[in-house]
Nanobody
Framework: QVQLVESGGGLVQPGESLRLSCAAS????????MAWYRQAPGKQRELVAG???????NYADSVKGRFTISRDNAKNTMYLQLNSLKPEDTAVYYC?????????????WGQGTQVTVSS
């Protein structure tokens, strides 16, 4: 079994920053792609950013230049640095990972961490 645990969310004012973390634990042989998604009230879950095990990244247009995704493969941990936050960034942010374990390759989700941007 694999668990993904997010942390780092909170309430901030517009223009401020946050750093989210996602720690994977359990029976992990290898983690392939990791990604951050978000879901705002009344909206569909959307991809924010993704990163391969080799460090290649991609971002949603709405966060390019403001958010930075990274990962530490030795710690099975992924990060999302959120800068210049806007009210429209308010959402629950979810961690997603493609993990190879003893029973094969599966897709896992974390429980989510709330990010609220408000003055």
């Amino acid at each position: 079994q694999v668990q993904l645990v997010e942390s780092g969310g909170g309430l901030v004012q517009p223009g401020e920053s946050l750093r989210l973390s996602c720690a994977a634990s359990g029976s992990i042989a290898r983690i392939y792609i990791m990604a951050w998604y978000r879901q705002a009230p009344g909206k569909q879950r959307e991809l924010v950013a993704g990163i391969t095990s080799g460090g290649s990244t991609n971002y949603a247009d709405s966060v390019k230049g403001r958010f930075t995704i990274s990962r530490d493969n030795a710690k099975n941990t992924m990060y999302l640095q959120l800068n210049s936050l806007k009210p429209e960034d308010t959402a629950v942010y979810y961690c997603n990972a493609d993990v190879l374990g003893p029973n094969g390759k599966w897709d896992y989700w974390g429980q989510g961490t709330q990010v609220t941007v408000s003055s």
